[in-house]
Structure formats: C-alpha cells, structure tokens
Nanobody, 126 residues
Framework: QVQLVESGGGSVQAGGSLRLSCAAS????????IGWLRQAPGKEREGVAA???????SYADSTKGRFAITIDYVRNTFYLNMNSLKPEDTDQYYCAARRYCSSTYSRLDRYEYHYWGQGTQVTVSS
C-alpha cells in the first residue's frame, strides 16, 4: 500500500524559509512523476513544483526562483524548499506522486497524480 507522509509545515514571517518533506512507503520515486500542490479554502488545488522521471522540474510562475523540489532516493523522500516566502504562499500543501508521468496532464495539474499526502499547513505572516 502506497503511503505519502508529509512534515515540515508551520508558521513563518514573510521573507523566511521552510522545507516540506514527503516520505514514501510502499513506493519508490525512481522514474516517477512527483509534485507539490497547494490549496486554499474554497479554491482549486494548484501545482507549485513538480519533477518528472527524467529529472526535469516545473514550477508555477508564482514560485519560480523561490521554491525548489529535490529528491533523496536513499531516504525515499522528496522535499519542497521554500525561500523568500510571501503571505500569499499561505495554504495547505500536499505532496503527490504518480508512477509514470502521463502525456495527458501538465506536471502541475492535480489530475496528474494518483497518490497524495495528508497535507500540511504553511502560514506566512507579514
């Protein structure tokens, strides 16, 4: 059974940094599509960062240059490193994975993914 477990959310002031972690069990990331998405109440879940099985990364325009997705294959964990955080980054963040990237959806599209973490809250104060 595939399980993704997130950690690392919290509260930070604007300009600060956080690192989110997503540890997998029953699953290995090699060759997979993996991503981080976020969702505010009443809004659709949107992708912020993703990487495909060939190591190509994609970022939302709002996070490009500030966020970075990395993978530790030994620990079977992937991360979202968030820098220069802004109040508008406040959201519930979810990690997600799919064994192989599809040709149907963008890597930042929530429909791309089959497996999801439980979500972790990030709050950025001004």
């Amino acid at each position: 059974q595939v399980q993704l477990v997130e950690s690392g959310g919290g509260s930070v002031q604007a300009g600060g940094s956080l690192r989110l972690s997503c540890a997998a069990s029953g699953y290995t990331f090699s060759g997979s599509c993996i991503g981080w998405l976020r969702q505010a109440p009443g809004k659709e879940r949107e992708g912020v960062a993703a990487t495909d099985g060939d190591g190509r990364s994609s970022y939302a325009d709002s996070t490009k240059g500030r966020f970075a997705i990395t993978i530790d294959y030994v620990r079977n964990t992937f991360y979202l490193n968030m820098n220069s955080l802004k109040p508008e980054d406040t959201d519930q963040y979810y990690c997600a994975a799919r064994r192989y990237c599809s040709s149907t959806y963008s890597r930042l599209d929530r429909y791309e993914y089959h497996y999801w973490g439980q979500g972790t809250q990030v709050t950025v104060s001004s």
